[in-house]
């Protein structure tokens, strides 16, 4: 059996440790390694990507092109599949430009290594509310009736929307809550759902895009 091997490259801690529970499942079905990296929020493309050096940072579109290039040195004579996969919110921007550019800026980079990217819409906290079951039995006195409301993957403030579900006070609870506070909150969700999240039984189409995705390279289609 050919040994594969993926690197997560995720915007925020919450987002890495969604992907850590969708791949301890995941392994269930096929086997792969994987390391997961987690930075502190989103930035912005280079414009000068084309420059040898790249000062690494806390953000992940700023430091993407210099860790694609470290990568495809580092993983060229590792034997097997190898793929680095980017999965960042699309947040309030336009998730097709927003994919268009990372695509071009993974061209100009000129390199081998296979690169996916994958967009959540609008937050990843929309895996979570795409699967009902897991996230009532993490928390069963979930305010369900907010719950049918939501519209999945939309545009509406999506943490704020699972906070209304889950929390006794809301999202009303962070308004004067410093990050810190909102990122606890969105890491305790991840976990609490993740750990009943039936990966093949999701209403997130982002979701669904980023399995299909770990499908293909797995080559089960």
């Known amino acids: 059996m050919e040994y594969k091997y993926i690197y997560f490259l995720m915007e925020d801690l919450s987002g890495g440790i969604i992907v850590e529970?969708?791949?301890?499942?995941?392994k269930k079905e096929q086997k792969v390694d994987y390391k997961i990296k987690s930075f502190k929020g989103m930035g912005g493309i280079p414009q000068?990507?084309?420059k040898a050096s790249q000062a690494k940072t806390k953000q992940l579109l700023s430091s993407l092109p210099n860790y694609l290039k470290g990568f495809d040195k580092a993983l060229a004579h590792m034997?097997?599949?190898?793929?680095?996969?980017?999965i960042l919110d699309s947040?309030?921007?336009?998730?097709?430009?927003?994919k268009e550019d990372l695509v071009k800026m993974y061209q100009e980079l000129n390199i081998s290594l296979q690169v996916y990217f994958c967009i959540a819409i609008e937050e990843m906290e929309a895996w979570l509310l795409g699967d009902k079951?897991?996230?009532?039995?993490?928390?069963?006195?979930?305010?369900l009736n907010i719950l049918q409301k939501y519209m999945q993957d939309s545009v509406i403030g999506t943490w704020e929307c699972l906070a209304d579900v889950v929390h006794k006070q809301g999202a009303k609870h962070f308004d004067k809550k410093v990050y810190y506070e909102i990122g606890k909150f969105k890491c305790e969700c991840a976990e609490k759902i993740g750990r009943y999240l039936d990966i093949r039984n999701n209403k997130s189409p982002?979701?669904?895009?980023?399995?299909?995705?770990l499908d293909q390279f797995c080559g089960i289609i």
């Open 79 to 86: 034997e097997g599949k190898k793929a680095v996969f980017v």
């Open 48 to 50: 000068k990507i084309s």
């Open 206 to 213: 982002s979701f669904n895009f980023f399995l299909k995705k």
């Open 21 to 26: 529970k969708i791949m301890q499942k995941y």
């Open 91 to 98: 947040d309030d921007n336009d998730c097709v430009k927003l």
């Open 133 to 143: 079951k897991a996230l009532v039995c993490a928390y069963p006195d979930a305010r």
